[in-house]
């Protein structure tokens, strides 16, 4: 089993930064393909990055190439997501998320998540 616990969120200014971090439990952490998505009220869950269960293959939603980046520390158990240039859309509840395999956009392909942080991005 992997627990997965988000932090790093925040209140920031548009065009600010900020770094996500998630650390996971488990020791089979390395075996798994890792994703961060969103979820805005009343809105879907969206996927916004993912990453290979060695790092090497990441994919990202449209409305953030450019501006985030995904990575992951297998030693450490973490991955993370560096978000710059911040914009108001980009406000959400943001969650981290494993699966067995690496690229699924769906969040219900995902067999564990953490409990969300917070991200609001005023303008």
């Known amino acids: 089993q992997v627990q997965l616990v988000e932090s790093g969120g925040g209140l920031v200014q548009a065009g600010g930064s900020l770094r996500l971090s998630c650390a996971a439990s488990?020791?089979?952490?390395?075996?798994?393909?890792m994703a961060w998505f969103r979820q805005a009220p009343g809105k879907e869950r969206e996927f916004v990055a993912g990453i290979s269960a060695g790092g090497a293959r990441t994919t990202y939603a449209d409305s953030v190439k450019g501006r985030f980046t995904i990575s992951r520390d297998n030693a450490k158990k973490t991955i993370y997501l560096q978000m710059n240039r911040l914009k108001p859309e980009d406000t959400a509840v943001y969650y981290c998320?494993?699966?067995?395999?690496?690229?699924?956009?769906?969040?219900?392909?995902?067999?564990?998540w953490g409990q969300g942080t917070q991200v609001t991005v005023s303008s």
């Open positions: 488990g020791r089979t952490f390395s075996a798994y393909g």
């Open positions: 998320a494993a699966d067995q395999v690496f690229g699924r956009l769906r969040p219900d392909h995902y067999d564990y």
